[in-house]
């Protein structure tokens, strides 16, 4: 990495503050909404400090967003995705673990964090996931935390159920804030009788069991862990982001659904027809050459299989996003294909997904728009993007939706973009974030994001409603 850095103009501020201060060494939770930049804050504050030995532990599903994000960011940085105990020994400015492996009874790879040369910075992405006080992970997070230098947790949702969560990586990552006046370390019971409403019960049997029913003194918990705590919600800087960010998101390929040699067709129809433009090509160019290949039969089977293919990476993606958004805020997917979206409406039943695809009569499309709409136990909506991109409102009183999926997206830039606005229209409190979700190593990720970088010049057209939709799904 660079000894020396400066950092760069496009920052917002409060990635600028963030990283200024993670590279200060000050211990801080980055508590970021989803969407507004934790990741290359971490990073930036990375180069600052010109770490050479940086940790990442994130969930599975995040592994292959961090590898691309420090390609972006940091494209000098070399890195590696530890999935074995000697991959930590390899030389590498980025060494990046699962949750999962963190979780493993046989320990050997928190064992080698634990004894490899000390790393200078860690982030704990999705740090919630960190919570408990018992788990697999949190016993190795404990075992590991003094090889892992300043360690960041990272997350949206710091606590999801009561303030009782916040105690395990107070503890770990910042143990000066639980002291009291007399030095002495705050136990959790303590911290838990201190911000938590406790009862005991029974639940039928005669042993008397502590439960955490809420949380308490709240004021008083902010003033604690707010020189630990950077909160920053997506309506606080809605000012400092552009109408709608847009992302692409590389998923995992299932090659049970897409066997190899159907990836190869895939890339050779995709390259032949690309021709040798490649990198030199405008973006113009590489755009009008996807929608001549949206109309190749042969490849458009093959994208179907793509999207099959995409299906269980992009499902536990989108799980893992809802469990990680506050309960009462919604998720908007799209796809193409009839089998994608029967797939996703299966995966994704537990958040009573509402559905509207092409086939959906005037009837069924209105009660989707109402259900999503109205009723708190749906947090998903899944539509084709033909049928769901235009002429429809997904922003309401009891509608809490600023983030977009697309699972398949359109090789027209300009369904996408107007398939995003669905939830970018008046009404909206918080900045949408728009992701499209691309097979990792194929040339999908090109095209992923050739389009996403198409639709940020749309988006900027669609910036008010369209007149077309007046108010909650009616249309005049």
């Not at 991109?389 to 997904?394: E, K, Q, R, V």
């Amino acid at each position: 990495m660079a000894t020396t850095y400066s950092l760069p103009e496009d920052l917002f501020p409060h990635q600028r503050a963030g990283a200024l201060r993670l590279a200060e060494g000050k211990p801080t939770y980055l508590g970021y909404d989803m969407g507004i930049g934790k990741t290359r804050t971490f990073i930036e504050a990375a180069k600052l400090r010109s770490a050479s030995r940086v940790l990442v532990v994130c969930p599975a599903t995040a592994v292959l967003v961090w590898a691309r994000e420090i390609q972006k960011w940091d494209p000098l940085a070399t890195y590696i995705v530890v999935k074995a105990a000697s991959d930590l020994r390899v030389p590498a400015d980025y060494h990046i673990v699962s949750h999962g492996r963190m979780s493993q009874k046989d320990a050997t790879i928190p064992d080698a964090i634990a004894n490899v040369a000390p790393f200078e910075l860690t982030a704990i992405d999705e740090a919630h996931a960190f919570n408990a006080s018992d788990t697999n992970r949190v016993k190795a997070l404990r075992r590991t935390a003094p090889n892992m230098g300043l360690i960041v947790p990272l997350s949206g949702t710091p606590m999801r159920n009561h303030a009782g969560e916040l105690y395990t990586l107070l503890d770990i990552c910042w143990p000066q804030g639980l002291q009291g006046s007399r030095k002495a370390r705050m136990s959790r019971f303590d911290f838990e009788d201190l911000f938590c409403r406790i009862a005991h019960r029974t639940f039928g049997g005669t042993r008397m069991i502590r439960v955490v029913e809420g949380s308490k003194n709240l004021d008083q918990l902010k003033t604690l862990v707010g020189p630990f705590m950077s909160r920053v919600r997506k309506a606080e800087v809605f000012k400092d982001l552009p109408a709608i960010n847009w992302d692409y998101v590389p998923v995992p390929l299932d090659y049970t659904m897409m066997p190899s040699a159907d990836a190869a067709k895939f890339e050779g129809i995709v390259k032949m027809i690309l021709g040798g433009e490649g990198a030199n090509a405008t973006l113009d160019v590489l755009t009008e050459a996807l929608q001549v290949l949206g109309r190749n039969t042969g490849l458009m089977a093959l994208r179907r299989v793509l999207g099959l293919a995409k299906l269980r990476g992009a499902t536990e993606y989108i799980v893992d996003m809802l469990d990680t958004l506050d309960a009462d805020r919604k998720v908007l997917v799209f796809a193409h294909h009839a089998d994608v979206i029967r797939g996703l409406v299966n995966h994704l039943g537990a958040y009573s997904p509402a559905v509207l695809t092409g086939g959906s009569s005037a009837q069924e499309r209105l009660a989707a728009i109402d259900q999503f709409l109205t009723d708190p136990r749906c947090r998903v909506f899944v539509g084709n993007i033909q049928a769901a991109g235009t002429a429809i409102t997904l922003v309401g009183q009891h509608c809490r939706c600023s983030d977009v999926v697309f699972v398949e997206s359109s090789w027209t830039p300009m369904d996408n973009a107007q398939a995003a606005c669905r939830v970018h229209r008046i009404g909206q409190k918080d900045g949408v974030v728009a992701r499209l979700l691309s097979a990792s190593g194929t040339v999908d990720d090109l095209i992923q994001s050739l389009l996403a970088r198409k639709a940020r010049e749309f988006t900027q057209l669609f910036d008010n409603p369209d007149p077309a939709t007046t108010h909650e799904g009616a249309t005049t």
